[in-house]
């Protein structure tokens, strides 16, 4: 069982660039959610899929979006970057449709700098 | 507002027992989490209490009192590989609310 997989593992860009991160599930997880995690800080949820819809969002703006496939792989796409976006973006699939209580599975995260 | 309050750091010594707190304010509930998290890696599950009361597993044991807002988890025989940050976390009508977690550091 692979687990849940990001990519890419670490990223640079300049303000005002887009970027596009990826998240490929645990098998069996139909749930996706993407956070937020400043150096520091707990994570912050940005916002879940499920569907391929967006089931629940967090406190951010409109530059984050996201989309989520028939495979149940996800990504999260930030627009106009700006310095505060530099943090770890986590991914964590759930089983949410088969499990009783909505336990997280994380991936490795992908680390978003920047200048 | 929602809100998860944890001590920002806690140090104790390698052997002994820690219990650090946590304290919530949320909309909705169903369901508390403790995860630990190194230092550059993934947040990975520890306990969930649902229901008030202890539950037990292996050296960690996680409690809840919802009528209070209040959480603890009691961490037995330290090692050093538990030095890590742990993590608070309310489930509140399925969006994980996230304390800013606890640095543990272990000392010999």
């Known amino acids: 069982d692979a687990g849940v997989t990001q990519s890419p593992t670490h990223l640079i860009k300049t303000r005002g660039q887009q970027v596009t991160l990826r998240c490929s599930p645990k098998s069996g997880h139909d749930t996706v959610s993407w956070y937020q995690q400043a150096l520091g800080q707990g994570p912050q949820f940005i916002f879940q899929y499920y569907e391929e819809e967006e089931r629940q969002r967090g406190n951010f703006p409109d530059r984050f979006s996201g989309h989520q496939f028939p495979n149940y792989s996800s990504e999260l796409n930030v627009n106009a970057l700006l310095l505060g976006d530099s943090a770890l973006y986590l991914c964590a699939s759930s089983p949410l449709a088969t499990s009783s209580y909505n336990e997280q599975f994380f991936g490795p995260g992908t680390r978003l700098t920047v200048l | 507002g929602q809100n998860i309050d944890q001590p920002t750091e806690m140090t104790a010594t390698e052997g002994a027992i820690v219990q650090i707190n946590c304290t919530y304010q949320?909309?909705?509930?169903?369901?508390l989490f403790w995860y630990q998290q190194h230092a550059g890696e993934a947040p990975t599950f520890l306990s969930y209490?649902?229901l008030d009361g202890l539950e037990e597993k292996g050296r960690f044991s996680s409690f809840l009192s919802r009528s209070k807002g209040y959480s603890y988890l009691l961490l037995k025989e330290l090692q050093m590989k538990d030095s890590a940050s742990y993590l608070c976390a309310v489930d509140s009508n399925y969006q994980l609310i996230w304390g800013a977690g606890t640095k543990l550091i272990i000392k010999p």
């Open positions: 949320t909309s909705g509930f169903n369901g």
């Open positions: 209490n649902v």
